[in-house]
T-cell receptor
Framework: DADVTQTPRNRITKTGKRIMLECSQT?????MYWYRQDPGLGLRLIYY???????NKGEISDGYSVSRQAQAKFSLSLESAIPNQTALYFC????????????FGDGTRLSIL | GESVGLHLPTLSVQEGDNSIINCAYS??????FIWYKQESGKGPQFIID?????DKRQGQRVTVLLNKTVKHLSLQIAATQPGDSAVYFC????????????FGTGTLLAVQP
């Protein structure tokens, strides 16, 4: 979905480095999410935010932090990257009501050596 | 994508045939369901959704069926085309005051010309 843009698309880095993944959206949605995708597993929620002042942990938040800089921007940080954080990372947005689909960016492929 | 498709069940169909992709969901209280398509190198793309007060919903060439008795969801694709080749996965919303989703692991649809 071109309305949700993730940068970088690919990143290779070393254990212990700090990494930031960025997400911006032009959909005007208040709700934003960060997921990781691993082979053979469904998408797992890391953090989500329902507005600029709202940050919530998902099911696998350990080792990650987020910042909601504006309605349109939601960044994910790995403070000290470790190899088992190697994965595909996706940002998503959704409208304000319950029961609305989430719309995804094209992901960041992160490899930690 | 090449890493998303690993270890997934595969459905192989001939171009022009109809495809049926199945999903068993986990939570009997789930009230909203979504089907996503994920192509190689791309993020999940919304296809169609259905609420729990319905048992069938149709879109363009796609139909979703919901059987709450056995907690089963299916996606039917009519006249399958090569461009339909992708990983398909379902998501359920367990309910509550959030829009959190639980994602399935997916099925790889391979369309043979």
């Amino acid at each position: 979905d071109a309305d949700v843009t993730q940068t970088p698309r690919n990143r290779i880095t070393k254990t212990g480095k700090r990494i930031m993944l960025e997400c911006s959206q032009t959909k005007g949605h208040d709700r934003m999410y960060w997921y990781r995708q691993d082979p053979g597993l469904g998408l797992r929620l890391i953090y989500y935010s329902f507005d600029v002042k709202d940050i919530n942990k998902g099911e696998i938040s350990d080792g990650y932090s987020v910042s909601r800089q504006a309605q349109a921007k939601f960044s994910l940080s790995l403070e000290s990257a470790i190899p088992n954080q190697t994965a595909l990372y996706f940002c998503a947005t959704s409208g304000p009501r319950e029961g609305q689909p989430q719309h995804f960016g094209d992901g960041t492929r992160l490899s930690i050596l | 994508g090449e890493s998303v498709g690993l270890h997934l069940p595969t459905l192989s169909v001939q171009e022009g045939d109809n495809s049926i992709i199945n999903c068993a969901y986990s939570n009997s209280a789930s009230d909203y369901f979504i089907w996503y398509k994920q192509e190689s190198g791309k993020g999940p793309q919304f296809i169609i959704d259905i609420r729990s007060n319905m048992d069938k919903r149709q879109g363009q060439r796609v139909t979703v069926l919901l059987n709450k008795t056995v907690k089963h969801l299916s996606l039917q694709i009519a006249a399958t085309q090569p461009g339909d080749s992708a990983v398909y996965f379902c998501a359920e919303r367990p309910g509550g005051a959030t829009n959190k989703l639980i994602f399935g692991t997916g099925t790889l649809l391979a369309v043979q010309p």
